[in-house]
């Protein structure tokens, strides 16, 4: 197991859940990260012998990712692994059970039935072994998740605590977003970072792929916007002067991802039963995609170089047909790579002044219909939702976009406080949580004067424990609340390292309040 799981799973598992639990007595199958529903500790537990076989039974799908969890079992010294029927003691099995018997589980144990049982399991440690029972390979990996966790804090050679959980899911979103244009991480990273998120049973990544200053996803049949789009002189007057004699020009920072590793990305992800969310940032925060081709920018608002100062910028691009054949050129390719749902498609601060003073957008918006400034974003969502309900994709976009009229199926992700949340609900749209501060990961975490570098104001672990994910109004709205997320904006965040340092234990709290 690589050492920054185990640093985090080691921090983690002495973290009070919920801080009315946390007491001296916790066992190992009382630190679970998020909390389980429902856990009684029962008389005897289990003896494990020196290698333990686990059986997925029907779940086969699951072969792959049990063997992954038996590989970070074995990390405690016994060994760990997948093996078929009659192939040898199998100490932990899985059965596939129908939603009415996992019901009745909840039932019998005077639990109210989970809305979200697809997600559900039950995991009952006894002196035969362990059995984990779902109705959907989700929950038989939640199920091992959590016997993952139980092990995971239990001295080597330690018998397994007797217990029965039966648990699930609140919300069908929980989420983190990571900002991998201002600053890129490996692929291999993001696959780890997704591993960290699906051993929280966190299940939506969300990927803000481009923005200002970079354009990170390779799209073929318009390369430029990778292949210069990506590329820039890093942040800072350091890096300007650092001028490369073999060039005469300032090197350069960058790089994008290949449809080929995001394929892989993906993949992986679905492995650990994380969707993978593109964000696609439009109309502003474009000037990436303006730098590599000026024809999608407003006349007369040309872009030299891929810029590198943070802050909102005024270019948008402009409303063209040929910009909008563009965007279902991207598009097109963004739905092949990405199986999900939803598309994100940004739509945050939007500065409108390049438009309101070209004469060429305003003779558009006559062409379109369009009354207002303020119509020319949501001209954007509406077309764009049009194109995607071809491949049966639905647009969540920041709050911004519910500035006019959605189509219907549109969904808003809340980041200026909750009330994009609250009004998108009021007019009937899905709606999650992400708003800043309190689910902004690239927040100090501490005061301490030797704290990597973050936006001011301290989010501590307590802070986001104590956020409410239904504040309000939205209590009675909660059938339109899909979830929460916490989001790593990465201007200040330049190494990778710092990525996982600004993520966790902080997101083991939005777990928790997803959970
Ligand atoms: C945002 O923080 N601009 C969504």
């Known amino acids: 197991m690589n050492r920054l799981i185990v640093f ?58 049990a063997a992954w969890l038996a590989g970070l079992m074995s990390a405690g010294g016994r060994e760990f692994s997948v093996l078929d029927e009659g192939q040898g003691e199998l100490a932990i099995r899985s059965e596939r059970v129908s939603g009415e018997v996992l019901e009745k589980s909840f039932r019998s144990a005077g639990q109210s039935v989970p809305a979200r049982i697809s997600e559900a399991y039950s995991l009952a440690i006894s002196p035969d072994g362990v059995m984990i029972r779902a109705t959907t390979e989700t929950g038989q990996f939640y199920g091992l998740v959590s016997l993952w966790q139980i092990v995971e804090a239990l001295p080597q050679d330690a018998d397994w605590p007797g217990v029965m959980i ?134 007369g608002h040309g872009v030299e170089n891929v810029p590198a100062s943070w802050g909102i910028y005024h270019n948008a691009i402009n409303l063209e047909e040929s910009t909008f054949e563009f965007l279902e050129d991207v598009l097109g390719e963004v739905v092949t790579l990405f199986p999900g749902p939803f598309i994100h498609l940004g739509g945050d601060e939007v500065e409108t002044d390049q438009w309101e003073h070209s004469s060429r957008v305003r003779e558009r918006m006559d ?22 309900d071809d491949y049966d994709r639905r647009v969540i976009g920041w709050d911004e976009i519910l500035q006019s009229d959605l189509p219907p199926h549109a969904a808003v992700m809340s980041w200026r406080g909750v009330e994009g949340a609250v009004e998108a609900a009021k007019k009937g749209h899905q709606a999650v949580l992400s708003p800043a501060p309190i689910l902004y990961l690239d927040h100090l975490q501490t005061a301490a004067a030797n704290a990597p570098p973050g936006r001011g104001g301290v989010m501590t672990t307590r802070d986001l424990y104590h956020f409410d994910p239904l504040p309000g109004s939205l209590k009675e709205n ?36 997803g959970w």
Not at 28 to 38: C, D, K, M
Not at 367 to 388: A, C, D, H, K
Not at 482 to 503: D, F, I, K
């Open 8 to 65: 985090c799973v080691c921090f983690l598992a002495i973290l009070p859940h919920n801080p009315a639990a946390a007491d001296s007595t916790r066992s190992s199958s009382n630190s679970l990260i998020p909390a389980p529903l429902f856990l009684s500790t029962t008389a005897e537990g289990f003896k494990p012998g020196e290698s333990v076989g686990i059986s997925v039974g029907e779940f086969s799908a699951m072969r792959g990712t």
């Open 367 to 388: 062409e379109l219909g369009i009354e207002s400034i303020q119509g020319v974003q949501n001209y954007y969502v509406e077309r764009l939702q049009g194109f995607l």
């Open 478 to 513: 909660r059938d339109l609340i899909l979830g929460l997320q916490g989001n790593l904006w990465t201007e200040h965040v330049r190494t990778e390292e710092r990525v996982a340092y600004m993520t966790w234990p902080r997101a083991a709290a939005i777990a928790e309040l």
């Open 166 to 299: 039966l648990d699930a899911p609140e919300f069908e979103w929980r989420g983190l977003m990571l900002d991998s244009a201002r600053h890129m991480q490996s692929p291999e990273f993001i696959k780890r970072y997704i591993d960290w998120m699906a051993l929280h049973k966190m299940n939506v990544f969300h990927w803000h792929l481009t923005d200002d200053q970079a354009w990170r996803l390779e799209i073929k049949s318009w390369p430029k916007l990778a292949q210069v789009g990506g590329f820039r002189v890093p942040a800072g007057e350091a890096p300007a002067a650092d001028i490369d004699p073999d060039t005469g020009e300032a090197r350069l920072y960058g790089g994008y991802y290949s449809q080929d590793e995001v394929r892989d990305i993906v993949a992986h992800a679905a492995s650990r039963h994380v969707t993978v969310v593109p964000e696609i940032d439009v109309p502003g925060h474009a000037t990436a995609a303006i730098a590599a081709y000026p024809e999608l920018g407003v006349p």
